[in-house]
């Protein structure tokens, strides 16, 4: 069956260690997501990539940093810059999003299980 | 930038009864999507309904309905014969379908509700 694989489900991060979450999906999506989850705060959008090779910054992207060499891989590190990173990290993924001038599609995103990364 | 808005942060529902929950959004947009998503208690999030701006009826997916407002920019959620199953985070989001204002098709969520069945 399809669908977006994330690794580790629990992690641990020591003060100035850069740590790195997996986000994997086997679903042929274009696009692909990284969220934070606060409690009280929904889902706030960290970095999104519509193509390999390209991503963009989201609403909190300082502290983070991703790459996208692979359509089926989004990486998410967590820098040492990130200094309140204890949170649940979701990975998403969706069709293509759209070409220049088109409506974007009705189809929703699609979600890991996320990673709960913790401050030791 | 558009908005959206979850004013229940928790509800709670009898089992075998309806609740409704309600959000609302702000967007100077004319054509978009709006969703429901559950997130139970294991995190996973999980597509509930999805609602095209553009179709006046409401969207229904079976226990589940929408009452969808266009002019007043609200889209309530009912669940009917609630379930202990149903017990989860709901949050609401929306989608421009056009990339004006540079949203770039991203899904603006609303911040939750928790919603709770007693049996």
């Known amino acids: 069956d399809g669908g977006i694989t994330q690794s580790p489900k629990y992690l641990f991060r020591k003060e100035g260690q850069n740590v790195t979450l997996s986000c994997e999906q086997n679903?042929?999506?274009?696009?692909m997501y990284w969220y934070r989850q606060d409690p009280g705060q929904g889902l706030r959008l960290i970095y999104y990539?519509?193509?390999?090779?390209?991503?963009q910054k989201g609403d909190i992207a300082e502290g983070y940093s991703v790459s996208r060499e692979k359509k089926e891989s989004f990486p998410l590190t967590v820098t040492s810059a990130q200094k309140n990173p204890t949170a649940f990290y979701l990975c998403?993924?969706?069709?293509?999003?759209?070409?220049?001038?088109?409506?974007?599609?009705?189809?929703?995103?699609?979600f890991g299980d996320g990673t709960r990364l913790s401050i030791l | 930038a558009q908005t959206v808005t979850q004013s229940q942060p928790e509800m709670s529902v009898q089992e075998a009864e309806t609740v409704t929950l309600s959000c609302t959004y702000d967007?100077?947009?004319?054509?978009?999507?709006l969703f429901w998503y559950k997130q139970p208690p294991s995190r996973q999030m999980i597509l509930v309904i999805r609602?095209?701006?553009?179709?006046?009826q409401n969207a229904t997916e079976n226990r589940f309905s929408v009452n969808f407002q266009k002019a007043a920019k609200s889209f309530s959620l009912k669940i009917s014969d609630s379930q202990l199953g149903d017990a989860a985070m709901y949050f609401c989001?929306?989608?421009?379908?056009?990339?004006?204002?540079?949203?770039?098709?991203?899904?603006?969520f609303g911040k939750g509700t928790k919603l709770s069945v007693k049996p």
């Open positions: 998403a993924s969706s069709p293509p999003v759209s070409h220049q001038g088109a409506a974007y599609s009705n189809q929703p995103q699609h």
């Open positions: 679903l042929n999506h274009d696009a």
């Open positions: 990539s519509q193509i390999v090779n390209d991503f």
């Open positions: 967007t100077s947009e004319s054509d978009y999507y």
């Open positions: 609602q095209e701006a553009y179709k006046q």
């Open positions: 989001a929306y989608r421009g379908r056009y990339n004006y204002g540079g949203s770039q098709g991203n899904l603006i």
